[in-house]
């Protein structure tokens, strides 16, 4: 064997030594950690390189200098062959409950930075990476605790990964809290120090660089010396060194196979494509010197086209730092920068520059790297065969795609004076410039369009006028073929003087060549953008005295001065100004000792383990012998009958073991796969589907992955013969009586007369429209269940559930069996938002029904694609209103009709009613009249979201006071303010729910938002801003909601052990709500009682155990944002039963001993017999089952009239959370709800065919929000409202109603987009007094882009024109 060629693959996780001498060369390193090693920190989101759940650090060693080099990958997307030679550390690496908790673990726990979970260690390992990297910098030494990165960098490290759950805030800081140049006066709430303590690093868990922790093992650095390429035909995967290497392993195939070979670099394309083929070669083309190099000579930059986008951008900055800056400086700035947007740190560490291109050549990708090195005139090496090929890169991309063993060899970036065209005498300057517009700022988006320009300009002689000498346009990703240069635009600007008459031709020149594919999506968008772009970038240029403002979207505005602490970061480390993207917050919390530890903002029980990887999900529980795993076979049709499945290839695929469907359903046993009060849902398609997405069968294989492959290769045959179309439409619904019924007692009740208050009103909207789409949870894990047969026909399932005891029912049901023989456990839950109530049912069915047939544990994972088009998701609707109000802004009748969207089944939707109007009574409404129906459709069920109706019925409010104050031309927060409540209307709106008159505490709470968030001064500074800003707008608003709450009724189980350790169980689940921590502290407080004294902390005694119907019945739902209480209530319930059953012994020990410890008082109760455990079942009295909750949020938000792009300045909210059992929980609910709500209202299309299938189904289509899309500044409040007689321990739920509190950057956004059109209408010359608009939720780009004008640039210069014209005509 050549030296340096290994046949085995050789590696190391967390210092262990892995040797394999086959492998199949698909397999992800993900797919090995997760299910061939103990390492399962490493979570699977999405697959597909979007979440960052799988992030890990992979290190490598090059002996020659000795140095070891450590970045993040995505696990789900590295090739595990890939990586031999190399050391991977994931976070249980770092540090674990055996060896102790790295301070990242530590930090992350005692910042309150962790709820579910399942993001915190991919997050860790990113920030671990920053920390790491910092280190290897130059900069001085930091002060001891800290590390050399700074701020900006800290929070850009986690830029790209998601967490459904925290709102990013407390992440936030606990990552900042590393940085060299940070303001520990800055960082939020923890548990390190309390308010007016010193904040002093000594008290954050100490963090040094020299931690101990080796990411490369001595032992793999003695073993590579002389063996780091794999070359085996085991594993099909090989390593050639050089191009004549690579030739020949090519030229061994037949051409018909080639495309059986797979050439590889990153393999991130995988995350794109997700191509299933087979391969029966991968050559990893990483190691051929000509494809990794980066070589710069006088006339340009040649880069390699295996050299990650990450090493590219080094190299890049690198160049761009030398000597004072040329032309050439700017330009590799410039694309550095741009580069820096592509995706997220973890994966372009690993993507090529040449996979990208290629991809782009190849199969359409919507590439930034081909846009911008198209308008710096690239050019690239290619090898074909034997020959070699030199292309301009727009030669390139034009071609025909390339055949799969065509390669990329390298990419020349020509330095500017070789493009420069010198036919001018005069002194030319070069400008290059670059774009992009996608929904997140950072990157990890794709973009609507791009766009970079090159420009040689000079100065025309006789006046200040502009000459464009030479250009180079390209757009690119707007939905086309590939990146292209717009010629035709080049051609008729060069050579030309630059005026706006001139721009203007050019813009319409460019209109007609910017033109999407069909079928594109918002493609007028996409053209408008590119209109943008090249105005942003000419018109700085363009000679028009001050008329048009020097730089729109990158530059800075007009000169007005703009808040710096907003806009920008200094960071001191190394001079250079950043974006900052949490650039402050502030949380004011009070802490309050009467139940304590109940009200402490102690950490939530389990984080560090959370943080390490080591907290057990279900999908992390080791497979049981003979595990068998399942994939659905879903629908594509909305109605169908069903008329068998083969599969695409001849044979059945690999690994499958069997089909489940309808058939194998056993007798007894009933088709039913979820169930709720209101009806059932079958767990499979019988002879028809019903909706697309309906599960048909379910593959059973030996691996996720073969079942997933088979149930892709499942083609279902269908047949529509006589059948009735389907009903798709809530219209149609109507059309067909096709409705659910709604129980009378859910049904909303009218307010008032609505004839007589419509009678009264000076104005009158009649018939207004509000459409309102759906959301998805994406919890980041997705639905998952493993089934183990057990003795005597019983089952075990083990099910990430909100509410396992109704999975018992309906897996008892469909197996035929008691329900005392399925026993349903369910531990923790990677977020469910609702999701996983009624919707974890059918997949924890289906697996129980596979194992009962096939007498095997059968799990299932879903795959992101699948969950999503299972979901159902939040419930969209059509509404129809016609209110009446005063001149004076008082509403005297407000009449609704709302056609809510449920689905095919029942689910939860008739509820949907009742939770939307108790919300949207928060105003003083007059008369409220409505008429709501529950459409049954042929879509998949819609289900409970976080604030399920609420959060639409509190925007329907907000639309119609906004509608109702633009008709006016009032400001709208004059006519909130008109329309709340008094405490007497708050009686009549919500009768019996009301509660007290002290308790309505939400006109204190609007007032003291407006003082703490200056609101009204804001007023002013926002006019002014608006009125010196043509291309950037600001919008600010208050926003008040009230939410109703039910309690439920709730068991719990208390058992103190022979130790005095406390077990703790209750019918709630932990979700990453932190309801464990609530319990706890509860628990806590109640045994704490028997001591008096207080001196002794059973918190830590105490431990709340997986849920597990057999052990604790009537569990019911975790839901509706009340379970916490009331499982505390249950708990308290339990304990106060146990200190009077142990108070009398307490007692007599205490006559006889003095001082009684709790360790010997158990002790004795033991001895003595005494019953130690106790159950309850807490039913809360009428009086205290229903209560408002209040709050109020002030948004202000800037948007962008050029791209349509939104960024939330600021945020203040005030909650009011009574007495709140644990105040860091709480706010943690607040700050992950209002986000999730910004998802809602601002970003997250979730959308479908015309079919009803679901096409939003992945990270690529779905935006949920990042840090970079939540406020830049961020204030909550909490606020303690004092004693409630009738709640537990005086608090308040806070799990779901500071969702509707987003609203507030909804409405920012219209407020925004008025001045916007004003200005639009000023430009026509027209009366720009008011403007009423619809603006639609979510508020995205194209949403807001469209409402300022997609033609905002042509309808501006058209008026420069019309100015100019009238000039001129004066002077004549
Ligand atoms: C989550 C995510 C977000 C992204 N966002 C963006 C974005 O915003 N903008 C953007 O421009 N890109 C984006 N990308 C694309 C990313 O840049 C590419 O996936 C990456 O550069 C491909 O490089 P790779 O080394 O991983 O290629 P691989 O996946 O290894 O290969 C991709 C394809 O190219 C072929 N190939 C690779 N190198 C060569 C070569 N030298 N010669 C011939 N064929 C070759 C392979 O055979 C394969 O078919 C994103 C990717 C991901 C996963
Ligand atoms: S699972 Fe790898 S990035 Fe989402
Ligand atoms: S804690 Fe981040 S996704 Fe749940």
């Given at each position: 064997?050549?030296?340096?060629?290994?046949?085995?693959?050789?590696?190391?996780?967390?210092?262990?030594?892995?040797?394999?001498s086959?492998?199949?060369?698909?397999?992800?390193l993900?797919?090995?950690?997760?299910?061939?090693?103990?390492?399962k920190?490493?979570?699977?989101g999405?697959?597909?390189?979007?979440?960052?759940?799988?992030?890990?650090?992979?290190?490598?060693?090059?002996?020659?200098?000795d140095?070891?080099?450590?970045?993040?990958?995505?696990?789900?997307?590295?090739?595990?062959?890939?990586?031999?030679?190399?050391?991977?550390?994931?976070?249980?690496?770092l540090?674990?409950?055996?060896?102790?908790?790295?301070?990242?673990?530590?930090?992350?726990?005692?910042?309150?930075?962790?709820?579910?979970?399942?993001?915190?260690?991919?997050i860790?390992?990113?920030?671990?990476?920053?920390l790491?990297?910092?280190?290897?910098t130059?900069?001085?030494?930091?002060?001891?605790g800290?590390?050399?990165?700074?701020?900006?960098?800290?929070?850009?490290?986690?830029?790209?990964?998601?967490?459904?759950?925290?709102?990013?805030?407390?992440?936030?800081?606990?990552?900042?809290?590393?940085?060299?140049?940070?303001?520990l006066?800055?960082l939020?709430?923890?548990?390190?120090?309390?308010?007016?303590e010193n904040?002093?690093?000594s008290?954050?868990p100490?963090?040094?660089h020299?931690d101990?922790?080796?990411?490369?093992?001595?032992?793999?650095?003695?073993?590579?010396?002389?063996?780091?390429?794999?070359?085996?035909?085991?594993?099909s995967?090989?390593?050639p060194?050089s191009?004549?290497?690579?030739?020949?392993?090519?030229?061994?195939?037949?051409?018909?196979?080639?495309?059986?070979?797979?050439?590889?670099?990153?393999?991130?394309?995988?995350?794109?494509?997700?191509?299933?083929?087979?391969?029966?070669?991968?050559?990893?083309?990483?190691?051929?010197?000509?494809?990794?190099?980066?070589?710069?000579?006088?006339?340009g930059?040649?880069i390699?086209a295996?050299?990650?986008?990450?090493?590219?951008?080094?190299?890049l900055?690198?160049?761009?730092?030398?000597g004072p800056q040329?032309?050439?400086?700017v330009?590799?700035?410039?694309?550095?920068?741009?580069?820096?947007?592509?995706?997220?740190?973890?994966?372009?560490?690993?993507?090529?520059?040449?996979?990208?291109?290629?991809?782009?050549?190849?199969?359409?990708?919507?590439?930034?790297?081909?846009?911008i090195?198209?308008a710096?005139?690239a050019?690239?090496?290619?090898?074909?065969?034997?020959?070699?090929?030199k292309?301009?890169?727009?030669?390139?991309?034009?071609s025909?795609?390339?055949d799969?063993?065509?390669i990329?060899?390298?990419?020349?970036?020509?330095?500017?004076?070789?493009?420069?065209?010198?036919?001018?005498?005069?002194?030319?300057r070069l400008?290059?410039?670059?774009?992009?517009?996608a929904?997140?700022?950072?990157?990890?988006?794709?973009?609507?369009?791009?766009?970079?320009f090159f420009?040689?300009?000079?100065?025309?002689?006789?006046?200040?006028?502009v000459?464009?000498e030479?250009?180079?346009?390209?757009f690119?990703?707007?939905?086309?073929k590939?990146?292209?240069?717009?010629?035709?635009?080049e051609?008729?600007?060069?050579?030309?003087l630059?005026?706006?008459?001139?721009?203007?031709?050019?813009?319409?020149?460019?209109?007609?060549?910017?033109?999407?594919?069909?079928?594109?999506?918002?493609?007028?968008?996409?053209?408008?953008?590119?209109?943008?772009f090249?105005?942003?970038?000419?018109?700085?240029?363009?000679?028009n005295?001050?008329?048009?403002?020097?730089g729109?979207?990158?530059?800075?505005?007009?000169?007005?001065?703009?808040?710096?602490?907003?806009?920008s970061?200094?960071?001191?480390?190394?001079?250079?100004i950043r974006?900052?993207?949490?650039?402050?917050?502030?949380q004011?919390?009070?802490?309050?000792?009467d139940?304590?530890?109940?009200?402490?903002?102690?950490?939530?029980t389990?984080?560090e383990?959370?943080?390490?990887?080591e907290?057990?999900?279900?999908?992390?529980?080791?497979?049981p012998?003979?595990?068998?795993?399942?994939?659905?076979?879903?629908s594509?049709?909305?109605?169908?009958?069903?008329?068998?499945?083969?599969?695409?290839?001849?044979?059945?695929?690999?690994?499958?073991?069997?089909?489940?469907?309808?058939?194998e359903?056993?007798?007894?046993?009933?088709?039913?796969?979820?169930?709720?009060?209101?009806?059932?849902e079958?767990?499979?398609?019988?002879?028809?589907?019903?909706?697309?997405?309906?599960?048909?069968?379910?593959?059973?294989?030996?691996?996720?992955?073969?079942?997933?492959?088979?149930?892709?290769?499942?083609?279902?045959?269908?047949?529509?013969e006589?059948?009735e179309?389907?009903?798709l439409t809530?219209?149609?619904?109507?059309?067909k009586?096709?409705?659910?019924?709604?129980?009378?007692?859910?049904?909303?009740?009218?307010?008032?007369?609505?004839s007589?208050?419509?009678a009264?009103?000076?104005?009158?909207?009649?018939?207004?429209?509000?459409?309102?789409?759906?959301?998805y949870?994406?919890?980041?894990?997705?639905?998952?269940?493993?089934a183990?047969?057990?003795?005597d026909?019983?089952?075990?399932?083990?099910?990430?559930?909100?509410?396992?005891?109704?999975?018992?029912?309906?897996?008892?049901?469909c197996?035929?069996?008691?329900?005392?023989?399925?026993?349903?456990?369910?531990r923790?839950v990677?977020?469910g938002?609702?999701?996983?109530?009624?919707?974890?049912?059918?997949?924890?069915?289906?697996?129980?029904?596979?194992?009962?047939?096939?007498?095997?544990?059968?799990?299932?994972?879903l795959?992101?694609?699948?969950?999503?088009?299972?979901?159902?998701?939040r419930?969209?609707?059509?509404?129809?209103?016609?209110?009446?109000?005063?001149?004076?802004?008082i509403?005297?009748?407000?009449?609704?009709?709302?056609?809510?969207?449920?689905?095919?089944?029942?689910d939860?939707?008739?509820v949907?009613?009742h939770?939307?109007?108790?919300?949207?009574k928060?105003?003083?409404?007059?008369?409220l009249?409505?008429?709501?129906?529950?459409?049954?459709?042929?879509?998949?069920?819609?289900?409970?979201?976080?604030?399920?109706?609420?959060?639409q019925?509190?925007?329907?409010?907000?639309?119609?006071?906004?509608?109702?104050?633009?008709?006016?031309?009032?400001?709208?927060?004059?006519?909130?303010?008109?329309?709340l409540?008094?405490?007497e209307?708050?009686?009549?709106?919500?009768?019996?729910?009301?509660?007290e008159?002290?308790?309505?505490?939400?006109?204190?709470?609007?007032?003291?938002?407006?003082?703490?968030?200056?609101?009204?001064q804001?007023?002013?500074?926002?006019?002014?801003?608006?009125?010196?800003?043509?291309?950037?707008?600001?919008?600010?608003?208050?926003?008040?909601?009230?939410?109703?709450?039910?309690?439920?009724?709730?068991?719990?189980?208390?058992?103190?052990?022979?130790d005095?350790?406390?077990?703790?169980?209750?019918?709630g689940i932990?979700?990453?709500?932190?309801?464990w921590?609530k319990?706890?502290?509860?628990?806590?407080?109640?045994?704490?009682?028997?001591?008096?004294?207080?001196?002794?902390?059973?918190?830590?005694?105490?431990?709340?155990?997986?849920?597990?119907?057999?052990?604790?019945?009537?569990?019911g739902?975790?839901?509706g944002?009340?379970t916490?209480?009331?499982?505390?209530?249950?708990?308290?319930?339990?304990?106060?039963a146990l200190?009077?059953?142990?108070?009398p012994?307490?007692?007599?020990?205490q006559?006889?001993?003095?001082?009684v410890?709790?360790?010997?008082?158990i002790?004795?109760?033991?001895?003595?017999?005494v019953?130690?455990?106790?159950?309850?079942?807490?039913?809360?009295?009428?009086?205290?089952?229903?209560?408002?909750?209040?709050?109020?949020?002030?948004?202000?938000?800037?948007?962008d009239?050029?791209t349509?792009?939104?960024?939330?300045?600021?945020?203040?909210?005030i909650?009011?959370?009574?007495?709140?059992l644990?105040?860091?929980?709480?706010?943690?609910?607040?700050?992950?709800?209002?986000?999730?709500?910004?998802?809602f209202?601002?970003?997250?299309e979730?959308?479908?065919?015309?079919?009803?299938?679901?096409?939003s189904?992945?990270?690529?289509t779905y935006?949920?929000?990042?840090?970079?899309?939540i406020?830049?500044q961020?204030?909550?409040?909490?606020?303690?409202?004092?004693?409630?007689?009738?709640?537990?321990?005086?608090?308040?739920?806070?799990?779901?109603?500071p969702?509707l509190l987003?609203?507030s950057v909804?409405?920012?956004?219209?407020?925004?987009i008025?001045?916007?059109?004003k200005e639009?209408?000023?430009w026509?010359?027209?009366?720009?007094?008011?403007?009423?608009?619809?603006?639609?939720v979510?508020a995205?780009?194209?949403v807001?882009?469209?409402?300022?004008?997609?033609?905002?640039v042509?309808?501006?210069?058209?008026?420069?024109?019309?100015?100019?014209q009238?000039?001129?005509?004066?002077?004549?």
């Amino acid at each position: 064997m050549e030296s340096g060629i290994g046949e085995k693959l050789v590696f190391a996780i967390n210092g262990e030594r892995f040797e394999l001498s086959t492998i199949e060369p698909s397999t992800t390193l993900l797919e090995f950690l997760r299910s061939q090693t103990c390492f399962k920190s490493a979570k699977l989101g999405c697959g597909e390189g979007g979440c960052g759940a799988c992030v890990v650090l992979l290190s490598k060693y090059d002996p020659v200098l000795d140095q070891v080099e450590d970045f993040t990958i995505s696990s789900c997307l590295t090739l595990l062959c890939s990586l031999n030679g190399c050391s991977i550390t994931t976070s249980e690496g770092l540090g674990n409950s055996k060896d102790g908790f790295h301070p990242i673990h530590k930090r992350f726990t005692g910042f309150h930075a962790s709820q579910c979970g399942f993001c915190t260690p991919g997050i860790c390992m990113s920030l671990f990476s920053a920390l790491r990297n910092s280190e290897k910098t130059p900069r001085p030494e930091p002060s001891p605790g800290f590390a050399k990165l700074t701020v900006s960098e800290a929070e850009k490290a986690i830029a790209g990964n998601l967490c459904r759950c925290t709102g990013y805030r407390s992440i936030s800081d606990a990552c900042k809290s590393f940085a060299a140049d940070v303001d520990l006066e800055e960082l939020g709430l923890n548990c390190f120090w309390r308010k007016g303590e010193n904040r002093d690093v000594s008290r954050l868990p100490f963090y040094s660089h020299r931690d101990g922790i080796c990411t490369f093992p001595e032992f793999l650095k003695r073993e590579i010396k002389n063996k780091t390429l794999l070359n085996s035909k085991e594993c099909s995967w090989y390593s050639p060194v050089s191009v004549e290497e690579l030739q020949s392993l090519l030229g061994s195939e037949e051409a018909d196979n080639w495309t059986r070979v797979k050439l590889v670099v990153g393999n991130t394309g995988m995350g794109y494509y997700k191509e299933l083929d087979h391969y029966n070669k991968y050559i990893d083309l990483r190691h051929i010197p000509e494809l990794s190099i980066i070589r710069r000579d006088s006339t340009g930059i040649d880069i390699g086209a295996a050299v990650s986008i990450s090493n590219a951008i080094l190299a890049l900055k690198e160049e761009s730092k030398h000597g004072p800056q040329s032309y050439k400086e700017v330009l590799f700035k410039k694309i550095a920068d741009h580069m820096d947007k592509i995706a997220s740190e973890y994966i372009r560490n690993t993507a090529s520059l040449g996979g990208n291109l290629v991809m782009a050549q190849r199969s359409q990708f919507p590439s930034d790297i081909a846009t911008i090195l198209l308008a710096a005139g690239a050019l690239v090496d290619l090898q074909i065969g034997t020959k070699s090929l030199k292309l301009t890169l727009e030669e390139f991309l034009e071609s025909p795609p390339f055949d799969s063993i065509t390669i990329l060899l390298s990419v020349r970036i020509p330095f500017w004076e070789q493009i420069r065209n010198d036919s001018s005498k005069t002194q030319s300057r070069l400008l290059f410039e670059s774009y992009r517009a996608a929904p997140r700022t950072l990157g990890n988006a794709l973009p609507y369009l791009n766009a970079a320009f090159f420009a040689q300009v000079s100065n025309y002689k006789d006046c200040d006028g502009v000459i464009l000498e030479s250009l180079q346009l390209a757009f690119g990703a707007y939905e086309t073929k590939h990146a292209i240069r717009a010629r035709k635009v080049e051609e008729f600007l060069t050579g030309k003087l630059l005026s706006v008459g001139l721009l203007f031709e050019a813009i319409k020149l460019l209109q007609g060549i910017i033109v999407p594919d069909d079928n594109a999506s918002h493609a007028a968008y996409r053209s408008s953008l590119a209109v943008s772009f090249l105005f942003d970038f000419l018109c700085p240029l363009v000679d028009n005295g001050d008329e048009i403002p020097n730089g729109g979207i990158n530059g800075a505005i007009n000169g007005f001065p703009i808040d710096a602490k907003v806009e920008s970061t200094y960071d001191k480390l190394d001079n250079t100004i950043r974006p900052s993207l949490l650039s402050s917050a502030k949380q004011v919390v009070e802490v309050l000792r009467d139940y304590h530890p109940v009200g402490e903002p102690t950490t939530k029980t389990g984080a560090e383990i959370q943080a390490s990887g080591e907290a057990v999900y279900v999908d992390d529980i080791p497979a049981p012998k003979d595990c068998l795993y399942g994939a659905f076979v879903n629908s594509t049709r909305p109605l169908a009958r069903v008329k068998g499945i083969t599969f695409k290839s001849s044979s059945i695929p690999d690994g499958v073991v069997g089909i489940i469907t309808v058939k194998e359903i056993p007798k007894g046993g009933e088709n039913i796969g979820a169930r709720s009060i209101f009806g059932t849902e079958p767990l499979f398609a019988d002879d028809f589907t019903r909706y697309a997405g309906q599960p048909i069968a379910f593959m059973v294989a030996d691996t996720q992955k073969h079942a997933n492959m088979a149930a892709n290769c499942a083609v279902v045959e269908y047949d529509n013969e006589n059948l009735e179309p389907p009903v798709l439409t809530v219209e149609e619904a109507v059309e067909k009586s096709s409705f659910f019924e709604v129980p009378p007692f859910l049904n909303p009740k009218n307010v008032g007369n609505f004839s007589k208050g419509m009678a009264e009103a000076d104005h009158r909207i009649l018939s207004a429209e509000i459409k309102l789409g759906s959301q998805y949870y994406f919890y980041m894990e997705t639905q998952t269940a493993l089934a183990v047969p057990d003795e005597d026909n019983c089952m075990i399932v083990y099910s990430a559930s909100q509410c396992p005891e109704n999975a018992q029912i309906v897996i008892a049901k469909c197996l035929g069996l008691p329900h005392h023989n399925v026993r349903v456990i369910t531990r923790r839950v990677g977020g469910g938002f609702g999701g996983k109530a009624i919707k974890s049912l059918p997949v924890a069915t289906a697996c129980a029904l596979a194992a009962h047939k096939l007498r095997r544990p059968v799990r299932i994972y879903l795959d992101r694609k699948t969950d999503m088009m299972m979901a159902g998701g939040r419930h969209p609707m059509k509404i129809n209103y016609n209110v009446g109000f005063k001149s004076n802004g008082i509403i005297t009748a407000l009449h609704l009709d709302v056609l809510i969207n449920a689905g095919i089944s029942e689910d939860v939707s008739p509820v949907i009613p009742h939770n939307m109007i108790g919300p949207l009574k928060k105003y003083n409404w007059g008369a409220l009249s409505v008429d709501m129906k529950v459409c049954k459709t042929n879509h998949s069920s819609k289900s409970a979201m976080r604030a399920p109706g609420e959060v639409q019925g509190s925007y329907i409010a907000e639309a119609v006071i906004e509608h109702v104050a633009s008709t006016l031309s009032m400001e709208v927060d004059f006519v909130r303010d008109k329309n709340l409540h008094t405490f007497e209307s708050l009686k009549v709106f919500y009768e019996g729910g009301s509660g007290e008159a002290f308790e309505y505490t939400l006109p204190s709470v609007m007032d003291r938002l407006a003082s703490s968030s200056n609101f009204h001064q804001r007023f002013e500074v926002i006019r002014q801003f608006n009125c010196c800003n043509k291309w950037k707008k600001r919008g600010i608003s208050r926003v008040p909601i009230v939410h109703d709450v039910m309690v439920r009724p709730t068991p719990g189980k208390v058992s103190l052990l022979n130790d005095g350790s406390v077990v703790v169980e209750v019918g709630g689940i932990e979700l990453g709500q932190g309801l464990w921590t609530k319990v706890k502290q509860m628990a806590a407080f109640g045994l704490g009682q028997v001591l008096l004294d207080g001196n002794c902390s059973l918190l830590e005694r105490v431990r709340v155990i997986q849920a597990d119907t057999l052990s604790l019945v009537q569990g019911g739902f975790t839901a509706g944002s009340t379970t916490s209480e009331s499982s505390c209530e249950a708990v308290r319930l339990c304990c106060n039963a146990l200190v009077e059953r142990l108070i009398p012994l307490k007692e007599r020990l205490q006559e006889k001993m003095g001082t009684v410890s709790w360790d010997m008082l158990i002790l004795q109760a033991h001895l003595e017999a005494v019953n130690l455990s106790a159950s309850a079942y807490y039913v809360p009295d009428i009086t205290s089952a229903r209560y408002l909750n209040y709050g109020a949020a002030v948004s202000e938000v800037e948007i962008d009239l050029l791209t349509g792009a939104t960024m939330i300045l600021r945020t203040d909210i005030i909650y009011d959370c009574g007495q709140s059992l644990n105040p860091a929980v709480d706010l943690g609910q607040i700050e992950g709800a209002f986000v999730q709500g910004i998802g809602f209202f601002m970003l997250e299309e979730y959308l479908t065919n015309s079919d009803g299938l679901v096409v939003s189904d992945s990270t690529w289509t779905y935006k949920i929000p990042t840090i970079d899309t939540i406020p830049k500044q961020f204030n909550v409040e909490i606020w303690n409202s004092g004693h409630h007689q009738r709640r537990v321990l005086s608090s308040k739920a806070s799990g779901e109603p500071p969702l509707l509190l987003a609203v507030s950057v909804h409405c920012a956004t219209r407020a925004a987009i008025k001045e916007a059109r004003k200005e639009l209408l000023s430009w026509n010359g027209s009366d720009a007094s008011h403007s009423t608009f619809q603006l639609e939720v979510p508020a995205t780009m194209p949403v807001v882009k469209e409402l300022c004008g997609l033609d905002n640039v042509e309808r501006y210069l058209e008026s420069l024109l019309s100015n100019q014209q009238k000039l001129n005509s004066s002077y004549e």
